[in-house]
């Protein structure tokens, strides 16, 4: 069964850094798109930055040139370093991807992990 683990989530002041990591782990054969996405409390959750398996990125404006995507296909893991960070950052950060398995392809997501942005 495949599943997807995030790490990396915590508290931190404004102007800080993160840095976010999810693994993919299961009867993969092959991931496609690999991103974040984020949930603030009483917002929907919104696309943050994602990557292609040959590279292509995108960011939200939100946080182009603050945030960045990356991935290690050998480790099937995305990552997201997050510099700069303002408190309106604050959410529940999910991974997504797209991935082919023994059932099919899916699209799965992680469960989340907090990141909050205070002083």
């Known amino acids: 069964q495949v599943q997807l683990v995030e790490s990396g989530g915590g508290l931190v002041q404004p102007g800080g850094s993160l840095r976010l990591s999810c693994a993919a782990s299961g009867s993969i054969f092959s991931i496609g798109v690999m991103g974040w996405y984020r949930q603030a409390p009483g917002k929907e959750r919104e696309l943050v930055a994602r990557i292609t398996n040959g590279g292509s990125i995108n960011y939200a404006d939100s946080v182009k040139g603050r945030f960045t995507i990356s991935r290690d296909n050998a480790k099937n893991t995305v990552y997201l370093q997050m510099n700069s960070l303002k408190p309106e950052d604050t959410a529940v950060y999910y991974c997504?991807?797209?991935?082919?398995?023994?059932?099919?392809?899916?699209?799965?997501w992680g469960k989340g992990t907090l990141v909050t942005v205070s002083s």
């Open positions: 997504n991807a797209f991935i082919i398995d023994r059932s099919g392809a899916m699209n799965y």
